[in-house]
């Protein structure tokens, strides 16, 4: 079993923020920011090609709700959530990042330095998905 799903289990603790029947929402062992969360559906999958509509809808909602927290209460214009998949989900466990942003804070995107097809042929490949 996945930490994460020792966390869902109550196998490992967490400082949980809230929790439906389908989502659990508690804050990152190493955060960016204050307020920074991970966002875990109950049913572990590694890829968001396994979990229900219903689930990622309300993943949705809850960083709707974060966000307008962190503007309301914590005076953040800006947020981040951000989500890696495949054998890039490093826990195995689908996990959606929410965090805060303030000007200066020091995170940020590293960019690899290597040059990326962005042609039209690359938009009308993606456009397949949509088909």
Same mark, same amino acid.
């Given at each position: 079993?996945? !930490?994460?799903?020792?966390i +869902?289990n109550?196998e *490992?603790d967490?400082? #949980?923020?809230h929790?439906?029947k389908?989502?659990?929402v508690?804050?990152?062992?190493c955060?960016?920011?204050k307020?920074?969360v991970?966002?875990c559906?109950?049913?572990?999958?590694s890829t968001?090609l396994?979990?229900p509509d !219903?689930?990622?809808m309300e +993943?949705?909602?809850? *960083?709707?709700k974060? #966000?307008?927290?962190?503007?309301d209460?914590?005076?953040?214009?800006?947020?981040?959530?951000?989500?890696n998949?495949?054998e890039c989900?490093e826990y195995?466990?689908?996990?959606?990042?929410?965090f805060?942003?303030y000007?200066? !804070?020091g995170f940020?995107?590293?960019?690899?330095?290597k040059e990326?097809?962005?042609?039209?042929g690359?938009a009308?490949?993606?456009r397949?998905a949509?088909?």
């Amino acid at each position: 079993m996945c !930490d994460f799903c020792k966390i +869902i289990n109550k196998e *490992i603790d967490a400082h #949980v923020v809230h929790e439906t029947k389908r989502n659990i929402v508690f804050l990152d062992y190493c955060p960016t920011n204050k307020g920074h969360v991970l966002i875990c559906p109950k049913i572990h999958a590694s890829t968001i090609l396994d979990i229900p509509d !219903d689930t990622l809808m309300e +993943i949705n909602s809850i *960083i709707k709700k974060l #966000v307008k927290f962190y503007q309301d209460q914590y005076g953040a214009k800006s947020y981040t959530i951000m989500q890696n998949g495949g054998e890039c989900c490093e826990y195995g466990h689908y996990h959606m990042h929410c965090f805060p942003r303030y000007e200066g !804070d020091g995170f940020g995107w590293v960019d690899s330095g290597k040059e990326h097809d962005h042609s039209e042929g690359v938009a009308k490949s993606l456009r397949e998905a949509f088909i």
